[in-house]
């Protein structure tokens, strides 16, 4: 969720991440920290902000522990009432939600301008693709990324899944944006989304 000028909510749900850590060579961690990476080894919770090619911004959030780079892309949301492909893709998900190298370090956790909240109960019992990671040069067979298979959002399905039609495809619930959506995860309401 982002909360916008206005105090209006920009929302979606994550139907598509991919997972990093310092003990492989396409983490950005991996035998190196720089002022460039530094919050990837920071404390858990915290979105690692990085500029992609030079052009896209991508967000993670850090996982794990401190002192260990560890953090899951978000590759993908959906969002209610909008174009299903508008944050499709790392760099689509950042444009749309305004993310940029400023919210480097800022907390997922926190409420202010960028959250992530509780996933819908909705999603519970929902079908998730497990597969390769994409878009990277090294460990690429990695099986680290994940995906919504209902979800028409996917910025690119494993090799064999086709993608739901659009009356099976899940799409997330606008009356949930007009007054009930979490304000803000506390410690003890974590759940993996």
Known sequence: MKRQEGGSLLWGVI????????EEPACHGYRRRSPQNETLFGEPGRFYVYVSYGIHHCVNVVTDRAEWANG??????????????????????????????????CSACSG???????????LQNLALVTTTRIGIARAQEWPWRWYLQASRSVSKR???DRKPLLQDAYQPNAAWANG???TKLQQSERTPS
Request: avoid cysteine; glycine fraction near 10%.
């Open 72 to 105: 899951v892309l978000l590759r993908a949301v959906a969002l209610p009432g909008e174009p299903e492909r508008v944050a499709a893709g790392p760099g689509l998900l950042a444009r749309r939600f305004g993310i940029d190298r400023q919210m480097d370090g």
């Open 180 to 182: 009930s959506p979490p």
């Open 112 to 122: 202010q301008d960028l959250w992530i909240a509780p996933r819908p109960s909705e």
């Open 15 to 22: 139907v598509e991440t991919e997972a990093y850590s310092q």
């Open 158 to 160: 494993a090799k064999g």
